[in-house]
């Protein structure tokens, strides 16, 4: 499954009650690009439970809508969002149906829209984040949907999301042995008889695979990757990865990722080695907000604090 981004033209309420007025014929806000923190938008007062924890804004409870149409062809594929982040407790709702539930709001997770998807029509998904409940943190959290959203569509025969691992086995100038491990799902009505096609650094391999309906088989093959460009602290060289999943000359899935060939150890008397060598770890305590931008996580300012 190929993600794409799903974070355009999304319709933001302040509250339930401002949503519900809008689909009896209300007023319906611009559309606003994710991520999003609805609380740096909030007015501050020194009122809040929250005190100066979050900067004196307040939490409260939003609701994110957005417009999902759903092609012919997407009949018998599975479809699902993936949501980066949401603060905090997140319920989302496909046509009125809930589909997903999440109560911690710092790691990613995903909505199955499969079974409440009308194919051929449009298709309204509802988001409400819920952080009414303060105070919940001991610095600035912000509020809603302050990462982005990704959408995974496949067929009956696929590849899940995330259901690609690229793991070095060892590492020398001369070669990387490098292991993928593709996992391989079926909704499919009957068997299938597939082959796994892999790809890494001009190296390719393939593997033949039957998968049984409702069931999923993981393929591992490992590649020969000759005069390797390692990746290190100081050249971070990534390699394109891909996975194809083949009946016949018919793909039924692809996957693609970017990935750096390296090797880690740990032990009491040598330390941690990269590639061999010792390295020390060097890092500090950020906390995920940024500034007076609030907790969206804008690419750009992600990469300054990097760079910082």
Partial sequence: MIP????DNWHFFKSINDARAAAMGGPQPPAITLPHDAMIHEPRTPDTPNGAQTG?????QYVYQKTLYAPADWQGCSVILEFEGVYQTAQVYLN??????????????YADLTNALHIGEDN???VIADNSAVPNSRWYSGSGMYRGVRLWVGGPVRLPAEGVQVTTLSADEDYALVEIAATVRSVDQAPRRVEVCAALGGVTGRVPVTVFPGSEETVRQTLAIPSPALWDCDHPYLYDCTVTVKDGARMLDHAALRVGLRTLTLDPHRGLRLNGRPVKLRGA???HDNGILGAATWPDAERRRCRQ
Avoid at 56 to 60: E, I, Q
Avoid at 96 to 109: I, K, M
Wanted: charged share 5%; with cysteine; glycine share 14%.
């Fill in 4 to 7: 794409q981004s799903f974070n």
């Fill in 285 to 287: 305590c950020i906390h």
């Fill in 124 to 126: 309204q998904i509802r």
């Fill in 96 to 109: 009125g149906t809930l589909v997903a539930h999440q109560l911690y709001g710092y790691s990613n997770f």
């Fill in 56 to 60: 004196f804004y307040p939490g409260g």
